[in-house]
């Protein structure tokens, strides 16, 4: 069945490094795929999304590209600030419902 | 839009009684989904409906657990008996016709059973 594979956390970075988070996926269609964000606390935010292959989301300096040939929806961030401390997951749809990966921690220090 | 409305935001319940969660999805919105977070388990879906009707319940973890649609604006996850643990963070989301588009998350119910 489909399902999604990110990368074991618990992930430590200095402010203004570079992020990435590695996403694989297995899907028997043409799913789509997002990254969530889990603040402390709070519910799971859509981060981004894209929903065919090459597409490339983007939101609040994150960004991750569909990649098909590699299966993959990595998740990339040029400079990282401690306000990205969170949860990351990454999910995909195959239109009736979303399969979650395990979810990876992020702590940024100042 | 006010988003998923979840209540209560927190529940401290003794083991053996019914906790009744309820939640609100989006108006317009098709689909609803119940998840359950918790540390050892990560996130798991428990069951989700399709215009008021379930059609996966296999999450479910037993028969203690319950969960209705009577209408498209209103659902409810009952415990009937609460055990410890089932203590864990409780996520409704909610989508359009299709879920390609992304849930939206309500803010969850954070239920302890002591």
């Known amino acids: 069945g489909d399902s999604v594979t990110q990368m074991e956390g618990p992930v430590t970075l200095s402010e203004e490094a570079f992020l990435t988070i590695n996403c694989t996926y297995t899907?028997?269609?043409?799913?789509?795929l997002f990254w969530y964000v889990q603040y402390p606390g709070e519910g799971l935010q859509l981060l981004l999304k894209?929903?065919?292959?090459?597409d490339k989301g983007s939101n609040k300096g994150f960004e991750a590209t569909y990649r098909k040939e590699t299966t993959s929806f990595h998740l990339e961030k040029g400079s990282v600030q401690v306000s990205d401390s969170a949860v990351y997951f990454c999910?995909?749809?195959?239109?009736?419902?979303?399969?979650f990966g395990t979810g990876t921690s992020l702590t940024v220090i100042p | 839009d006010a988003g998923v409305i979840q209540s209560p935001r927190h529940e401290v319940t003794e083991m053996g009684q019914e906790v009744t969660l309820r939640c609100k999805p989006i108006s317009g919105h098709d689909y609803l989904f119940w998840y359950r977070q918790t540390m050892m388990r990560g996130l798991e879906l428990l069951i989700y409906f399709n215009n008021n009707v379930p059609i996966d319940d296999s999450g479910m973890p037993e028969d203690r657990f319950s969960a209705k649609m009577p209408n498209a604006s209103f659902s409810t996850l009952k415990i009937q008996p609460s055990e410890p643990r089932d203590s864990a963070v409780y996520f409704c989301a909610s989508s359009w016709a299709t879920t390609n588009y992304g849930y939206t998350f309500g803010s969850g119910t954070r239920l302890t059973v002591v």
């Open positions: 894209a929903t065919k292959a090459d």
């Open positions: 999910a995909l749809s195959d239109g009736n419902q979303f399969y």
């Open positions: 899907a028997t269609g043409y799913p789509s």
